[in-house]
């Protein structure tokens, strides 16, 4: 049995597993179909502190691995199918490795990024496609972008991308946008984002050179097929919490993400810790999914010590 199993390796789950390993906790980390979580499709990360030139994402990544197993934390490869936390020790059911045991588990599986499903889409993540202004915004300093989505989140990552770009066409499939009125209104009085909407998303255009060209869009009114230029494309359409593996065993509020106690890491069941973008429905930045990373190890320390007090009652009534 472990003292910890912690379920993903992004920032926050590597992180908590340097902390632990550093606290001879010697934790089991769960690595997952993508070991590295989604900073292993990004190329140059330039916003993590104590890298002034930039680092590759994956670069990132394995060096954050291989700090934790220096200090003596476990790595496996696997996919958890199922969890059991009514009763302790929790139980952790892992494809190809069995059920595990652990005294306290610390969730870390991140959220995916919704993709359109186009072709050209997700081959060339990192190469011309993002889903993260914050993240990659700075690369189209001056050049032409393409944000897709209706919501909230792509009129602020259609304003956001206004500091860099030379124009930011916001496209999306319907006439009317979902997104809040102030929100589209923000957008709208922005002279540097043109609008095509009821347009379809078809394939995003690569050229010869194996640059991204821009977004082939059908005209719902047209039916004609057309070619909107430009250097980038920003997929502004949602992510989804990676929790289905749970079975409703922890609370999450109505996106699926996952309800921690305010001001700590613990989810409704004590001994049971979340961080990262598994419970951040505002910030996802590596740097953020690695400070909460450090939370949780800290959590799960004292949970484990029995010094941690479990007391859901004062943020419940507010």
């Known amino acids: 049995m472990y003292k910890t199993i912690v379920i993903g390796t992004g920032p926050a789950g ?18 997952g179909l993508q070991p590295g979580g989604q900073l292993t499709t990004t190329t140059e990360v330039e916003n993590f502190p104590g890298f002034p030139e930039g680092i590759l994402g994956p670069d990132l990544m394995e060096n954050m691995r291989k700090q934790a197993e220096r200090f003596g934390a476990q790595f496996k490869n696997g996919w958890v199918e ?32 919704r993709y359109l499903g186009i072709p050209g889409e997700q081959e060339n993540v990192g190469r011309g496609v993002s889903t993260c202004a914050t993240c990659d915004g700075f690369f189209f300093r001056g050049k032409k972008i393409i944000v897709v989505g209706g ?11 206004t500091r860099f770009a030379s124009n930011v066409t916001l496209v999306h499939r319907r006439e009317e946008l979902r997104a809040s009125k102030i929100m589209q209104d923000r957008a709208r009085d922005n002279s540097k984002v043109t609008w095509a909407l009821n347009r379809t998303p078809l394939a995003v255009t690569v050229g010869d050179t194996g640059i991204v060209k821009g977004l082939t869009v059908r005209n719902n009114e047209t ?5 909107i230029e430009a250097d980038g494309v920003f997929v502004a359409i949602g992510h989804t919490p990676n929790t289905g593996f749970l079975g409703g065993q922890i609370t999450t509020d109505a ?3 996952i309800v921690v106690n305010p001001g700590t890491t613990e989810t409704n069941i004590p001994g049971v810790f979340a961080c990262g973008d598994v419970q951040d429905t505002r910030y996802r930045q590596a740097i953020s999914a690695a400070g909460t990373g450090c939370m949780a190890a800290m959590d799960a320390e004292k949970y484990l010590e029995g010094t941690m007090v479990h007391d859901w009652s004062e943020s419940l009534d507010k």
């Not at 590597?14 to 690595?31: F, H, K, W």
């Not at 039916?223 to 070619?227: F, K, M, S, Y």
């Open 223 to 227: 039916g004609q097929e057309e070619l």
């Open 14 to 31: 590597l992180t908590a597993a340097i902390y632990l390993a550093r606290a001879n906790l010697s934790p089991l980390v769960i690595e």
């Open 151 to 161: 919501g909230d989140s792509a009129m602020e990552e259609a304003s956001f991308l």
């Open 255 to 257: 996106n699926g993400y």
């Open 82 to 113: 199922s969890v059991d936390f009514s009763q302790r020790p929790f139980k952790v059911k892992v494809d190809g490795l069995g059920v595990l045991e652990a005294e306290s588990v610390i969730i870390s599986t991140g959220a995916s990024a």
